[in-house]
């Protein structure tokens, strides 16, 4: 099995820390959107996609290859994500309603709601854009930003040329980046 990762995870290994940089940026959304489909919440959703790059990059030694990376982060964030929403589950099943609930939250937040909330609101539109898409532009989208499936492997899968693949996903996310342009 190719993987395009491999010698960034090799590099990794051997101790160019700083090559994990490159793999977050190339994964992050696709683990946040895949971890936001368990949370339904932008901001959980960050904060377990983080989790799964500590346990990658943690793991990274462990890792031989009998997968794409991608599939193998795949997993550690679905795992994280599981983990987060049973200990949510064991949390609210805890709390107990008393005259000073809120008083003792210690937890203190420089974010910015406003923040979280444009994200949101740039999430939900880049949605809606998505399934605007033709059906066409819509399935190579996800096999390729969701599946991580190569253009080649796309173009055997539904029987079109590596050209229509990379046309296809051009025009796709030409769409995308121009929503994106318009709310920042």
């Not at 064991?90 to 979280?116: C, F, M, Q, W």
């Not at 990379?166 to 121009?178: D, Y």
Request: charged letters at 30%.
């Amino acid at each position: 099995m190719i993987d395009d990762d491999r010698g960034t995870v090799e590099s990794i290994v051997n101790g160019n820390i700083e090559d994990f940089a490159l793999l977050v940026g190339k994964y992050q959304l696709r683990i946040i959107n895949l971890c936001m489909k368990y949370t339904k919440n932008y901001h959980d959703a960050e904060e377990v996609a983080q989790e799964s790059f500590i346990r990658a990059y943690k793991s990274l030694p462990n890792f031989r290859f009998d997968s794409k990376f991608y599939s193998w982060l795949h997993r550690i964030a679905v795992n994280c994500s599981l983990n987060y929403i049973n200990s949510k589950e064991k949390t609210k099943e805890k709390e107990t309603i008393t005259e000073n609930t809120g008083l003792n939250d210690t937890r203190a937040s420089d974010d910015n709601p406003v923040d979280y909330y444009d994200l949101e609101e740039l999430s939900n539109k880049m949605n809606k854009v998505f399934e605007s898409l033709s059906s066409e532009l819509k399935d190579v989208v996800i096999m390729s930003d969701i599946e991580g499936l190569s253009y080649e492997e796309i173009s055997h899968k539904i029987d079109i040329p590596i050209g229509t693949v990379r046309s296809r996903l051009h025009r796709a996310r030409e769409l995308m980046v121009k929503v994106i342009k318009e709310n920042i």
